[in-house]
């Protein structure tokens, strides 16, 4: 006889996964012969490029990489970061104290709310977001305060619209810009407020930069570590997973404020022994050889967007071309919801997105279509989407 499994109520609290009525839809149009075009996950379609692949190859064949790595990660990988950091965004980093390695940026997110916020305290997180700082939140058995990203506020949040007894609950604030899913930037400026409201109410601040090298017309997205006073309120996330078309490999790292990356260290310590040793050595390769590699993924992003967008526009559909990030967020048309105008398109046009409610309350009335389909491919999508809607 088997035992009654009762699961933990923190995995209750998640929000109930929005894609099921997705997922079963796309099964259909499969079962039904139909050709599925995916702009659903936002997974790069390309491969990561060979120097890596050999970097990797030749990192394996080394016995001291089939050890446990340390949780912080190899010194050199921590330097070929600070490295790149200072190469890209002009700002220093001590790789001794102010980086440690993450297995994916989506660990260190996950991990971080368990390194600094006591049950019951706030977690100011964004809506609509990328899911893991809600899901970390509730696992610390902290309490989500959502903010709006309103289109009227280029899809960055009020701070003055979060109410002062709130942010004096707050322990900590989740930002990502590039934004996943809105496609919006955020300039120093901006990042010079969130320091402001960090200091006033003594928040810890965790930007996401995961899409800072997919931006596009010469724009290149800032660093909140730019920003006066940031190495003294917040970190920042970086991912080789959307740079590198590495999402496979597992490979990131955290920098910034030495307690904070200090506290994520020990959780991490006690929970994983950090990254495969020779990922982090084709990491090193990565951050620190040639970027012709990311130059050409920013091309072939560009022409993808260039094609979507003005296919989407051409059947009257509002949608603004993203500077930085591979998703466009459409407007769905008048009269549907993102479920029914997603699930329309997957049953007339075997098109693939994601409705925009998935990513939180203030993501309805939109849907992410992500550029990880060439450009043929692309214009098929708005050719069907042009069928479907006259
Ligand atoms: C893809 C993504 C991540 C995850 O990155 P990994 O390094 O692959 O774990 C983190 N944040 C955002 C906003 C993402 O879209």
């Given at each position: 006889m088997a035992i009654k499994v009762a699961v933990a109520e923190r995995l209750a609290k998640?929000?109930?996964?929005?894609?099921v009525e997705i997922d079963r839809k796309k099964r259909e149009a499969m079962a039904r012969g139909i050709d599925i075009i995916n702009l659903g996950i936002g997974d790069p379609d390309r491969p990561t490029a060979r120097n890596i692949i050999q970097a990797l190859e030749a990192a394996s064949f080394k016995p001291v990489n089939h050890r446990y790595p340390e949780s912080e990660g190899l010194l050199e990988f921590r330097q070929a970061a600070a490295t790149w950091y200072e190469r890209r965004f002009g700002v220093q980093l001590?790789?001794?104290?102010e980086i440690i390695s993450l297995i994916g940026a989506k660990e260190g997110i996950g991990h971080l709310p368990l390194a600094l916020v006591n049950p019951g305290e706030v977690v100011l997180v964004p809506d609509p977001a990328y899911p893991v700082y809600n899901a970390g939140t509730i696992f610390a058995g902290g309490e989500p305060y959502f903010m709006p990203l309103l289109c009227e506020n280029n899809f960055l949040p009020d701070l003055k619209a979060i109410p002062a007894e709130t942010a004096e609950r707050a322990r900590l604030m989740f930002i990502n810009y590039p934004n996943n899913p809105t496609g919006a930037v955020a300039g120093l400026d901006f990042y010079e407020q969130v320091v402001e409201f960090a200091n006033k109410y003594n928040i810890i601040v965790a930007q996401d930069n995961?899409?800072?090298?997919?931006?596009?017309?010469g724009y290149q997205p800032a660093s909140f570590l730019q920003a006066p006073g940031a190495m003294e309120v917040g970190v920042e996330f970086h991912s080789l997973s959307k740079t590198f078309n590495m999402t496979g490999w597992r490979i990131g790292f955290i920098a910034g404020h030495r307690e904070v990356v200090e506290a994520l260290r020990s959780i991490k310590a006690n929970l994983d022994s950090g990254a495969f040793q020779a990922v982090q050595e084709a990491g090193i390769e990565a951050l620190l050889n040639s970027q012709a590699a990311v130059d050409e993924s920013q091309q072939v992003y560009k022409e993808r967007r260039d094609v979507l967008v003005e296919g989407l526009r051409a059947v009257g559909l509002a949608v603004e071309p993203p500077k930085a990030t591979f998703y466009i967020w459409v407007r769905v048309?008048?009269?549907?919801t993102s479920a029914s105008f997603v699930g329309m398109l997957i049953e007339k046009a075997g098109i693939v997105c994601t409705p925009g409610g998935g990513f939180g309350k203030y993501g309805e009335g939109y849907a992410r279509m992500a550029l990880t389909a060439d450009v043929s491919r692309l214009a098929e999508a708005t050719r069907r989407i042009r069928e479907v809607l006259g």
């Open positions: 998640l929000p109930p996964y929005l894609f001590d790789p001794q104290r995961t899409y800072s090298e997919i931006a596009y017309d048309p008048e009269g549907h």
